[in-house]
Protein backbone atom coordinates (compact mmCIF):
# COMPACT_ATOMS: atom_id res chain seq x y z
CA UNK A 1 0.00 0.00 0.00
CA UNK A 2 1.64 3.51 -0.94
CA UNK A 3 2.03 6.78 0.96
CA UNK A 4 -1.65 8.13 -0.24
CA UNK A 5 -3.74 4.89 0.55
CA UNK A 6 -2.53 4.53 3.96
CA UNK A 7 -3.93 8.42 4.36
CA UNK A 8 -6.90 7.33 2.86
CA UNK A 9 -7.58 4.26 5.11
CA UNK A 10 -6.54 6.23 8.38
CA UNK A 11 -8.98 8.88 7.06
CA UNK A 12 -11.91 6.43 6.79
CA UNK A 13 -10.90 4.75 10.48
CA UNK A 14 -11.26 7.87 12.03
CA UNK A 15 -13.91 9.92 9.86
CA UNK A 16 -16.85 7.01 9.92
CA UNK A 17 -20.47 8.16 9.33
CA UNK A 18 -19.15 10.92 7.37
CA UNK A 19 -19.82 9.72 3.55
CA UNK A 20 -20.12 13.32 1.94
CA UNK A 21 -15.92 14.72 4.09
CA UNK A 22 -14.47 10.91 3.05
CA UNK A 23 -15.72 11.45 -0.87
CA UNK A 24 -14.31 14.97 -0.83
CA UNK A 25 -11.03 13.66 0.91
CA UNK A 26 -10.66 10.29 -1.48
CA UNK A 27 -11.20 12.47 -4.51
CA UNK A 28 -8.29 15.09 -3.27
CA UNK A 29 -5.67 12.31 -2.41
CA UNK A 30 -6.24 10.37 -5.50
CA UNK A 31 -5.28 13.56 -7.41
CA UNK A 32 -2.50 14.44 -5.56
CA UNK A 33 -0.82 11.26 -5.96
CA UNK A 34 1.31 12.05 -8.56
CA UNK A 35 2.16 15.56 -7.04
CA UNK A 36 3.23 13.21 -3.73
CA UNK A 37 5.24 10.41 -5.71
CA UNK A 38 7.17 13.74 -7.43
CA UNK A 39 7.76 14.96 -3.75
CA UNK A 40 9.08 12.81 -1.32
CA UNK A 41 9.23 16.02 1.12
CA UNK A 42 5.39 16.21 1.82
CA UNK A 43 5.32 12.58 3.11
CA UNK A 44 8.21 13.37 5.20
CA UNK A 45 6.38 16.22 6.88
CA UNK A 46 3.07 13.90 6.98
CA UNK A 47 1.63 16.62 4.93
CA UNK A 48 -1.36 14.84 4.03
CA UNK A 49 -1.86 13.48 7.40
CA UNK A 50 -2.24 16.84 8.70
CA UNK A 51 -4.13 18.72 5.56
CA UNK A 52 -7.00 15.99 6.05
CA UNK A 53 -7.13 16.39 10.22
CA UNK A 54 -9.29 20.03 10.94
CA UNK A 55 -7.09 22.48 12.58
CA UNK A 56 -9.81 23.14 15.26
CA UNK A 57 -13.86 21.71 15.20
CA UNK A 58 -16.33 23.49 17.07
CA UNK A 59 -19.25 22.49 18.49
CA UNK A 60 -22.07 24.50 20.31
CA UNK A 61 -26.07 24.47 21.56
CA UNK A 62 -28.31 26.93 19.94
CA UNK A 63 -31.25 27.82 22.41
CA UNK A 64 -34.42 30.20 20.40
CA UNK A 65 -37.12 30.62 21.24
CA UNK A 66 -40.32 30.87 18.50
CA UNK A 67 -42.91 32.93 18.24
CA UNK A 68 -45.41 30.82 20.37
CA UNK A 69 -43.11 31.23 22.95
CA UNK A 70 -41.19 27.74 23.20
CA UNK A 71 -37.81 26.81 23.27
CA UNK A 72 -35.82 25.51 20.12
CA UNK A 73 -32.23 23.70 20.42
CA UNK A 74 -30.16 23.56 17.29
CA UNK A 75 -26.47 22.22 16.93
CA UNK A 76 -23.99 24.85 15.79
CA UNK A 77 -20.67 24.20 13.69
CA UNK A 78 -17.47 25.90 12.85
CA UNK A 79 -14.85 23.87 11.21
CA UNK A 80 -11.61 25.90 11.27
CA UNK A 81 -9.76 23.91 8.70
CA UNK A 82 -6.49 25.19 7.67
CA UNK A 83 -4.71 28.30 8.13
CA UNK A 84 -1.10 27.78 6.60
CA UNK A 85 -2.34 30.59 3.50
CA UNK A 86 -4.47 33.60 5.75
CA UNK A 87 -7.33 33.54 8.14
CA UNK A 88 -9.89 30.78 8.31
CA UNK A 89 -12.45 31.68 5.57
CA UNK A 90 -15.62 29.31 4.45
CA UNK A 91 -19.38 30.09 4.89
CA UNK A 92 -21.97 28.95 7.27
CA UNK A 93 -24.80 26.87 5.82
CA UNK A 94 -28.51 26.81 7.49
CA UNK A 95 -29.82 23.84 6.74
CA UNK A 96 -31.84 20.99 8.25
CA UNK A 97 -29.32 18.25 6.65
CA UNK A 98 -26.27 19.80 8.45
CA UNK A 99 -23.80 17.65 10.69
CA UNK A 100 -20.06 17.64 11.37
CA UNK A 101 -19.47 15.24 7.80
CA UNK A 102 -21.18 18.42 5.74
CA UNK A 103 -19.51 21.21 7.64
CA UNK A 104 -15.90 19.02 7.29
CA UNK A 105 -16.39 17.91 3.54
CA UNK A 106 -17.62 21.76 2.53
CA UNK A 107 -14.17 22.91 5.14
CA UNK A 108 -11.48 20.84 3.03
CA UNK A 109 -13.14 21.53 -0.31
CA UNK A 110 -12.40 25.67 0.92
CA UNK A 111 -9.27 25.02 1.76
CA UNK A 112 -8.40 24.05 -1.57
CA UNK A 113 -10.99 26.74 -3.25
CA UNK A 114 -9.45 29.44 -1.57
CA UNK A 115 -5.72 28.47 -2.24
CA UNK A 116 -6.66 29.15 -6.09
CA UNK A 117 -8.13 32.31 -5.41
CA UNK A 118 -4.87 33.91 -5.42
CA UNK A 119 -5.70 35.54 -2.02
CA UNK A 120 -4.46 35.20 1.18
CA UNK A 121 -7.12 33.07 2.77
CA UNK A 122 -7.13 29.68 4.86
CA UNK A 123 -10.02 27.29 4.72
CA UNK A 124 -13.00 27.01 7.15
CA UNK A 125 -16.77 26.66 6.99
CA UNK A 126 -19.82 26.18 9.36
CA UNK A 127 -23.05 26.42 10.23
CA UNK A 128 -26.40 24.65 11.62
CA UNK A 129 -29.07 22.21 11.51
CA UNK A 130 -31.47 25.45 11.56
CA UNK A 131 -34.08 25.58 9.11
CA UNK A 132 -35.14 29.20 8.42
CA UNK A 133 -38.16 28.29 5.66
CA UNK A 134 -40.89 28.87 7.46
CA UNK A 135 -40.00 31.04 9.98
CA UNK A 136 -40.93 34.88 10.62
CA UNK A 137 -37.79 37.75 10.46
CA UNK A 138 -37.88 37.42 14.16
CA UNK A 139 -37.56 33.97 14.69
CA UNK A 140 -34.65 34.28 12.19
CA UNK A 141 -32.99 37.31 13.91
CA UNK A 142 -33.61 35.21 17.38
CA UNK A 143 -31.82 32.29 16.23
CA UNK A 144 -28.56 34.23 14.31
CA UNK A 145 -28.04 36.24 17.66
CA UNK A 146 -28.19 33.25 19.71
CA UNK A 147 -25.76 31.53 17.05
CA UNK A 148 -23.50 34.58 16.79
CA UNK A 149 -23.73 34.78 20.68
CA UNK A 150 -21.36 31.77 20.50
CA UNK A 151 -19.68 31.97 17.38
CA UNK A 152 -18.32 35.28 18.23
CA UNK A 153 -15.59 33.74 20.73
CA UNK A 154 -13.93 32.02 18.08
CA UNK A 155 -13.93 34.48 15.11
CA UNK A 156 -12.24 37.95 14.11
CA UNK A 157 -11.05 39.53 10.93
CA UNK A 158 -7.64 38.33 10.96
CA UNK A 159 -8.77 34.81 12.81
CA UNK A 160 -11.47 33.70 11.19
CA UNK A 161 -14.20 35.27 8.83
CA UNK A 162 -17.25 33.87 8.30
CA UNK A 163 -20.06 34.28 4.83
CA UNK A 164 -22.87 32.77 3.60
CA UNK A 165 -23.99 29.69 1.96
CA UNK A 166 -27.34 27.72 1.53
CA UNK A 167 -29.87 29.32 3.95
CA UNK A 168 -27.83 32.66 4.72
CA UNK A 169 -28.09 35.63 2.86
CA UNK A 170 -28.45 38.78 3.45
CA UNK A 171 -30.90 39.13 6.43
CA UNK A 172 -28.98 36.40 8.19
CA UNK A 173 -25.45 38.27 7.76
CA UNK A 174 -27.28 41.36 8.92
CA UNK A 175 -28.63 39.50 12.49
CA UNK A 176 -25.52 37.93 13.40
CA UNK A 177 -23.16 41.33 12.01
CA UNK A 178 -25.43 43.00 14.52
CA UNK A 179 -25.17 40.84 17.66
CA UNK A 180 -20.81 40.58 16.61
CA UNK A 181 -20.51 44.20 17.40
CA UNK A 182 -23.35 44.79 20.20
CA UNK A 183 -20.97 41.72 21.95
CA UNK A 184 -17.42 43.20 21.01
CA UNK A 185 -18.14 46.83 20.75
CA UNK A 186 -16.20 46.87 17.18
CA UNK A 187 -17.18 47.66 13.69
CA UNK A 188 -14.28 45.14 11.63
CA UNK A 189 -14.87 43.09 8.65
CA UNK A 190 -15.23 39.84 10.67
CA UNK A 191 -18.08 38.71 8.28
CA UNK A 192 -18.43 39.31 4.78
CA UNK A 193 -21.38 39.18 2.35
CA UNK A 194 -22.60 42.39 4.25
CA UNK A 195 -24.85 44.98 3.31
CA UNK A 196 -23.62 47.77 0.77
CA UNK A 197 -24.70 50.50 3.58
CA UNK A 198 -22.43 49.28 6.22
CA UNK A 199 -19.43 47.69 5.00
CA UNK A 200 -20.95 45.28 2.02
CA UNK A 201 -18.54 44.66 -1.69
CA UNK A 202 -20.54 45.67 -4.80
CA UNK A 203 -20.62 42.34 -6.55
CA UNK A 204 -20.12 39.99 -3.42
CA UNK A 205 -24.18 38.51 -4.37
CA UNK A 206 -23.63 38.74 -7.49
CA UNK A 207 -20.01 37.29 -7.74
CA UNK A 208 -20.16 33.00 -7.34
CA UNK A 209 -22.95 32.83 -10.34
CA UNK A 210 -20.98 35.47 -12.51
CA UNK A 211 -17.16 33.77 -11.52
CA UNK A 212 -18.86 30.63 -12.92
CA UNK A 213 -20.58 31.90 -15.92
CA UNK A 214 -16.56 33.49 -15.98
CA UNK A 215 -14.94 30.09 -15.93
CA UNK A 216 -17.10 28.25 -18.06
CA UNK A 217 -16.95 30.78 -21.02
CA UNK A 218 -12.75 30.67 -20.35
CA UNK A 219 -13.15 27.06 -21.23
CA UNK A 220 -15.36 27.45 -24.07
CA UNK A 221 -12.66 29.91 -25.55
CA UNK A 222 -10.43 27.97 -25.40
CA UNK A 223 -12.17 25.49 -27.94
CA UNK A 224 -13.30 28.41 -30.51
CA UNK A 225 -16.33 28.46 -28.77
CA UNK A 226 -18.36 30.71 -26.34
CA UNK A 227 -21.33 30.85 -24.32
CA UNK A 228 -23.11 33.35 -26.84
CA UNK A 229 -26.22 31.38 -28.71
CA UNK A 230 -25.61 28.25 -26.12
CA UNK A 231 -28.69 26.52 -24.45
CA UNK A 232 -28.09 26.22 -20.84
CA UNK A 233 -29.73 24.06 -18.38
CA UNK A 234 -29.51 24.92 -14.38
CA UNK A 235 -30.57 23.63 -11.22
CA UNK A 236 -31.27 25.65 -7.76
CA UNK A 237 -32.37 29.29 -7.64
CA UNK A 238 -30.92 30.56 -5.02
CA UNK A 239 -28.00 32.88 -4.72
CA UNK A 240 -25.99 31.18 -7.07
CA UNK A 241 -28.45 30.02 -9.74
CA UNK A 242 -30.09 33.79 -9.97
CA UNK A 243 -26.85 35.14 -11.10
CA UNK A 244 -25.54 32.50 -13.09
CA UNK A 245 -28.65 33.06 -14.88
CA UNK A 246 -28.23 37.04 -15.03
CA UNK A 247 -24.41 36.57 -16.78
CA UNK A 248 -25.50 34.13 -19.28
CA UNK A 249 -27.84 36.18 -20.30
CA UNK A 250 -25.91 38.97 -20.56
CA UNK A 251 -23.29 36.99 -22.76
CA UNK A 252 -25.92 35.54 -25.09
CA UNK A 253 -26.46 32.24 -23.86
CA UNK A 254 -30.39 31.09 -22.82
CA UNK A 255 -31.09 29.50 -19.91
CA UNK A 256 -34.04 27.38 -19.64
CA UNK A 257 -34.12 25.01 -16.24
CA UNK A 258 -34.62 26.13 -12.66
CA UNK A 259 -35.37 24.24 -9.62
CA UNK A 260 -35.68 24.31 -6.06
CA UNK A 261 -35.99 20.73 -2.99
CA UNK A 262 -39.76 20.68 -4.33
CA UNK A 263 -39.61 20.70 -8.27
CA UNK A 264 -38.39 22.08 -11.61
CA UNK A 265 -39.17 24.36 -13.96
CA UNK A 266 -38.65 24.40 -17.82
CA UNK A 267 -39.08 27.88 -20.26
CA UNK A 268 -37.76 26.78 -23.72
CA UNK A 269 -38.05 30.12 -24.18
CA UNK A 270 -35.66 31.50 -21.91
CA UNK A 271 -36.43 31.49 -17.79
CA UNK A 272 -37.22 35.40 -17.15
CA UNK A 273 -35.29 36.96 -14.31
CA UNK A 274 -37.29 39.40 -13.05
CA UNK A 275 -39.85 36.99 -11.82
CA UNK A 276 -37.61 34.63 -10.47
CA UNK A 277 -36.00 37.30 -8.40
CA UNK A 278 -39.75 38.35 -7.26
CA UNK A 279 -40.55 34.92 -6.01
CA UNK A 280 -37.24 33.84 -4.69
CA UNK A 281 -35.94 37.07 -3.13
CA UNK A 282 -38.55 39.30 -2.63
CA UNK A 283 -41.70 36.72 -1.96
CA UNK A 284 -39.44 34.22 -0.28
CA UNK A 285 -41.14 31.86 -2.61
CA UNK A 286 -41.26 28.65 -4.70
CA UNK A 287 -40.07 27.45 -7.92
CA UNK A 288 -43.59 26.62 -9.15
CA UNK A 289 -44.76 29.85 -8.59
CA UNK A 290 -43.32 30.96 -12.12
CA UNK A 291 -44.69 28.23 -13.99
CA UNK A 292 -48.35 29.77 -12.73
CA UNK A 293 -47.21 32.47 -14.12
CA UNK A 294 -45.59 32.13 -17.30
CA UNK A 295 -47.52 30.32 -20.48
CA UNK A 296 -44.44 28.82 -21.77
CA UNK A 297 -42.80 26.91 -18.95
CA UNK A 298 -43.78 23.67 -17.39
CA UNK A 299 -43.56 22.76 -13.46
CA UNK A 300 -42.26 18.72 -12.46
CA UNK A 301 -42.52 17.90 -9.38
CA UNK A 302 -39.26 15.99 -7.53
CA UNK A 303 -39.66 12.71 -7.47
CA UNK A 304 -42.12 12.14 -10.62
CA UNK A 305 -39.17 10.51 -12.65
CA UNK A 306 -37.31 13.52 -14.91
CA UNK A 307 -34.70 16.25 -13.74
CA UNK A 308 -33.09 19.19 -15.14
CA UNK A 309 -30.65 17.02 -16.84
CA UNK A 310 -32.72 15.59 -18.95
CA UNK A 311 -33.59 18.72 -20.76
CA UNK A 312 -30.95 18.89 -23.89
CA UNK A 313 -28.78 21.15 -23.51
CA UNK A 314 -24.71 22.36 -24.77
CA UNK A 315 -24.10 23.65 -20.80
CA UNK A 316 -25.22 22.21 -17.31
CA UNK A 317 -24.26 24.35 -14.33
CA UNK A 318 -25.70 22.34 -11.41
CA UNK A 319 -26.34 25.42 -8.67
CA UNK A 320 -28.38 23.76 -5.76
CA UNK A 321 -26.93 21.21 -3.58
CA UNK A 322 -24.04 18.45 -2.78
CA UNK A 323 -24.29 15.20 -5.49
CA UNK A 324 -27.27 16.56 -7.12
CA UNK A 325 -26.40 15.26 -10.65
CA UNK A 326 -25.44 11.17 -10.80
CA UNK A 327 -23.86 8.83 -13.20
CA UNK A 328 -27.13 8.52 -14.76
CA UNK A 329 -27.90 12.42 -15.13
CA UNK A 330 -24.45 12.50 -16.89
CA UNK A 331 -25.01 9.83 -19.45
CA UNK A 332 -28.54 11.82 -20.39
CA UNK A 333 -26.62 15.13 -20.68
CA UNK A 334 -23.46 13.06 -22.90
CA UNK A 335 -26.20 11.39 -24.86
CA UNK A 336 -27.51 15.05 -25.51
CA UNK A 337 -24.29 16.16 -26.47
CA UNK A 338 -23.30 18.82 -23.50
CA UNK A 339 -20.56 20.81 -24.10
CA UNK A 340 -19.40 22.43 -20.84
CA UNK A 341 -20.30 21.71 -17.39
CA UNK A 342 -19.91 23.97 -14.35
CA UNK A 343 -19.96 23.36 -10.63
CA UNK A 344 -21.84 26.14 -9.09
CA UNK A 345 -22.49 24.16 -5.93
CA UNK A 346 -19.89 22.66 -3.93
CA UNK A 347 -19.75 18.82 -5.19
CA UNK A 348 -22.76 18.52 -6.69
CA UNK A 349 -21.35 15.74 -9.03
CA UNK A 350 -21.48 12.02 -8.01
CA UNK A 351 -17.67 10.73 -8.58
CA UNK A 352 -19.48 8.66 -10.77
CA UNK A 353 -20.56 11.82 -12.87
CA UNK A 354 -17.52 13.30 -12.26
CA UNK A 355 -16.04 10.19 -14.27
CA UNK A 356 -18.08 10.11 -16.96
CA UNK A 357 -17.56 13.78 -18.07
CA UNK A 358 -14.02 13.45 -18.06
CA UNK A 359 -13.83 10.14 -19.87
CA UNK A 360 -16.43 11.97 -22.41
CA UNK A 361 -13.89 14.53 -22.29
CA UNK A 362 -16.85 16.83 -21.59
CA UNK A 363 -15.47 20.60 -20.33
CA UNK A 364 -15.94 20.41 -16.83
CA UNK A 365 -14.73 22.70 -14.20
CA UNK A 366 -15.12 21.90 -10.60
CA UNK A 367 -16.71 23.59 -7.45
CA UNK A 368 -13.20 24.37 -6.30
CA UNK A 369 -12.36 26.49 -9.23
CA UNK A 370 -16.04 27.23 -10.82
CA UNK A 371 -17.52 28.49 -7.54
CA UNK A 372 -14.54 30.48 -6.46
CA UNK A 373 -15.70 33.43 -6.70
CA UNK A 374 -17.74 34.06 -4.20
CA UNK A 375 -15.29 33.81 -1.95
CA UNK A 376 -12.89 35.47 -3.84
CA UNK A 377 -15.15 38.43 -3.54
CA UNK A 378 -15.67 37.91 0.24
CA UNK A 379 -11.83 38.31 -0.04
CA UNK A 380 -11.78 42.10 -1.98
CA UNK A 381 -14.63 42.46 0.64
CA UNK A 382 -12.16 42.33 3.31
CA UNK A 383 -9.38 43.78 1.68
CA UNK A 384 -11.86 46.90 1.20
CA UNK A 385 -12.74 46.88 5.22
CA UNK A 386 -9.38 46.70 6.08
CA UNK A 387 -8.53 49.94 3.98
CA UNK A 388 -11.66 51.57 4.98
CA UNK A 389 -12.71 52.13 1.25
CA UNK A 390 -14.65 50.92 -1.16
CA UNK A 391 -14.68 50.00 -4.99
CA UNK A 392 -16.74 50.22 -8.26
CA UNK A 393 -19.24 47.68 -8.98
CA UNK A 394 -17.12 47.59 -12.50
CA UNK A 395 -13.41 47.52 -10.54
CA UNK A 396 -14.74 44.58 -8.50
CA UNK A 397 -15.92 43.21 -11.40
CA UNK A 398 -13.16 43.38 -13.56
CA UNK A 399 -10.80 42.10 -10.66
CA UNK A 400 -13.13 38.73 -10.37
CA UNK A 401 -12.89 37.95 -13.80
CA UNK A 402 -9.57 38.21 -13.75
CA UNK A 403 -9.11 35.92 -10.76
CA UNK A 404 -11.55 33.25 -12.83
CA UNK A 405 -9.25 33.43 -15.59
CA UNK A 406 -6.50 33.06 -13.23
CA UNK A 407 -7.44 29.90 -11.50
CA UNK A 408 -8.48 28.67 -15.22
CA UNK A 409 -5.21 28.90 -15.95
CA UNK A 410 -3.75 27.21 -13.13
CA UNK A 411 -6.09 24.52 -13.25
CA UNK A 412 -4.79 24.09 -16.93
CA UNK A 413 -0.96 24.25 -16.07
CA UNK A 414 -1.03 21.98 -13.50
CA UNK A 415 -2.84 19.54 -15.00
CA UNK A 416 -0.64 19.37 -17.86
CA UNK A 417 2.58 19.10 -15.76
CA UNK A 418 0.94 16.24 -13.71
CA UNK A 419 0.41 14.20 -17.13
CA UNK A 420 -3.68 14.85 -17.65
CA UNK A 421 -4.31 17.88 -19.19
CA UNK A 422 -7.64 19.02 -19.77
CA UNK A 423 -8.38 17.12 -16.42
CA UNK A 424 -9.31 20.36 -14.70
CA UNK A 425 -10.36 18.42 -11.54
CA UNK A 426 -7.00 17.14 -11.05
CA UNK A 427 -5.73 20.44 -12.30
CA UNK A 428 -7.71 22.66 -9.22
CA UNK A 429 -6.47 19.64 -6.53
CA UNK A 430 -3.20 19.85 -7.48
CA UNK A 431 -2.60 23.80 -7.92
CA UNK A 432 -4.33 24.56 -4.55
CA UNK A 433 -2.57 21.34 -2.79
CA UNK A 434 0.87 22.86 -3.36
CA UNK A 435 0.03 26.39 -2.44
CA UNK A 436 -1.12 24.54 0.84
CA UNK A 437 1.11 22.18 1.09
CA UNK A 438 4.20 24.27 0.67
CA UNK A 439 2.86 26.72 3.06
CA UNK A 440 2.34 24.09 6.10
CA UNK A 441 6.43 22.92 5.31
CA UNK A 442 7.53 26.11 5.19
CA UNK A 443 5.91 26.99 8.94
CA UNK A 444 7.04 23.80 10.49
CA UNK A 445 5.72 21.01 12.28
CA UNK A 446 2.12 23.08 13.61
P1 LIG B 1 -29.40 29.37 -1.53
O1 LIG B 1 -29.86 28.98 -0.19
O2 LIG B 1 -29.50 30.78 -1.98
O3 LIG B 1 -30.11 28.45 -2.65
C1 LIG B 1 -29.98 27.08 -2.64
C2 LIG B 1 -30.82 26.52 -3.75
O4 LIG B 1 -30.59 25.11 -3.85
C3 LIG B 1 -32.31 26.69 -3.51
O5 LIG B 1 -32.97 26.76 -4.74
C4 LIG B 1 -32.65 25.40 -2.76
O6 LIG B 1 -34.02 25.03 -2.84
C5 LIG B 1 -31.78 24.40 -3.50
N1 LIG B 1 -31.45 23.29 -2.58
C6 LIG B 1 -30.78 23.38 -1.40
N2 LIG B 1 -30.70 22.17 -0.81
C7 LIG B 1 -31.31 21.33 -1.65
C8 LIG B 1 -31.56 19.94 -1.62
N3 LIG B 1 -31.13 19.19 -0.59
N4 LIG B 1 -32.23 19.39 -2.68
C9 LIG B 1 -32.63 20.15 -3.72
N5 LIG B 1 -32.44 21.47 -3.79
C10 LIG B 1 -31.79 22.04 -2.79
O7 LIG B 1 -27.86 28.86 -1.60
P2 LIG B 1 -26.71 29.28 -2.59
O8 LIG B 1 -27.25 29.56 -3.95
O9 LIG B 1 -25.89 30.30 -1.92
O10 LIG B 1 -25.83 27.94 -2.62
C11 LIG B 1 -26.04 26.90 -3.57
C12 LIG B 1 -24.79 26.04 -3.65
O11 LIG B 1 -23.67 26.86 -4.03
C13 LIG B 1 -24.36 25.36 -2.35
O12 LIG B 1 -23.77 24.12 -2.65
C14 LIG B 1 -23.31 26.31 -1.80
O13 LIG B 1 -22.41 25.64 -0.92
C15 LIG B 1 -22.63 26.72 -3.09
N6 LIG B 1 -21.86 27.96 -3.01
C16 LIG B 1 -22.46 29.16 -2.69
C17 LIG B 1 -21.70 30.31 -2.66
C18 LIG B 1 -22.31 31.63 -2.41
O14 LIG B 1 -21.60 32.65 -2.54
N7 LIG B 1 -23.59 31.74 -2.10
C19 LIG B 1 -20.24 30.28 -2.88
C20 LIG B 1 -19.73 28.99 -3.29
C21 LIG B 1 -20.52 27.89 -3.30
P3 LIG B 1 -34.96 25.23 -1.54
O15 LIG B 1 -35.18 26.70 -1.45
O16 LIG B 1 -36.17 24.45 -1.85
O17 LIG B 1 -34.19 24.68 -0.36
Redesign the pocket.
Known amino acids: MDYTQQVQQAVERRNGGEPEFLQAVTEVLESVKPVIERHKEYQDAAILERITEPERQIMFRVPWQDDKGDIQVNRGFRVQFNSAIGPYKG?L?F?P?VYLGIVKF?GFEQVFKNALTTLPLGGGKGGCDFDP?GKSDNEVMRFCQSFMTELQRHIGQDTDVP?????V?GREIGYMYGQYKRLNNEFTGILTGKGLKWGGSLVRTE??GYGLTYIVEEMLKDTGSAIEGKTVAMS??????IYAVEKVHQLGGKVVTL????GWIHDPEGIKLDLVQDIKEVKRGRIKEYADEVKSATYTEVGSGANVWSVPCDIAMP????N?LNGDDAKTLIKNDVKAVGE???M?CTPEAVEAFIEAKTLFSP?KAA?AG??ATSGLEMSQNSMRMSWTFEETDAKLKGIMQSIHVQCKEAAEEYGCPGNYVAGANIAGFIKVADSMLAQGLV
Not at 259 to 262: H, L
Open positions: GRHTLKAGDIGGATGSGNVASDSSNATQEGANPANGV
